[in-house]
């Protein structure tokens, strides 16, 4: 089985003074889930202005019924536009505090999840 893929597509940009904040959505091919998360990429992005990794990533899941994930961006160890990971966080009852989806097969819950995310970046760097 391929590895999974994490896909943007940004659904709005508003530009502050010297920043640009990016609302977006993440869709996760099914396949397999390898840790530290799966490449998550804003290059390419024609919305986003900006040659520089962002200063601030928030992404959550807004699937009815909760798919019982978190998430978490990971810009990398040389944070860029390409570098970032999305990692995939959860629990239950044995496991106590959060801890990242095991490698293996991407859960359906991730995978269905409707994920969404804002980010901001410096504008026109």
Do not use: C, H
């Not at 391929?2 to 396949?31: D, H, P, W």
């Amino acid at each position: 089985m391929a590895a999974s893929t994490a896909i943007v597509t940004v659904t709005s940009t508003e530009r502050n003074m010297n920043s640009l904040k990016v609302n977006f959505k993440v869709a996760i091919s099914a396949g397999t889930y390898a840790t530290p998360g799966i490449p998550l990429s804003f290059a390419g992005q024609d919305q986003i202005k900006s040659s520089s990794a962002p200063s601030k990533v928030l992404i959550w899941g807004q699937k009815s019924g909760n798919s019982g994930w978190e998430y978490l961006y990971n810009p990398g160890a040389t944070p860029s536009l390409s570098s970032g990971k999305l990692q995939i966080f959860g629990q239950n009852a044995s496991t106590g505090p959060l801890i990242e989806m095991a490698n293996g097969t991407t859960d359906a819950g991730a995978v269905g999840d409707t994920i969404i995310g804002e980010a901001t970046f410096q504008y026109g760097v």
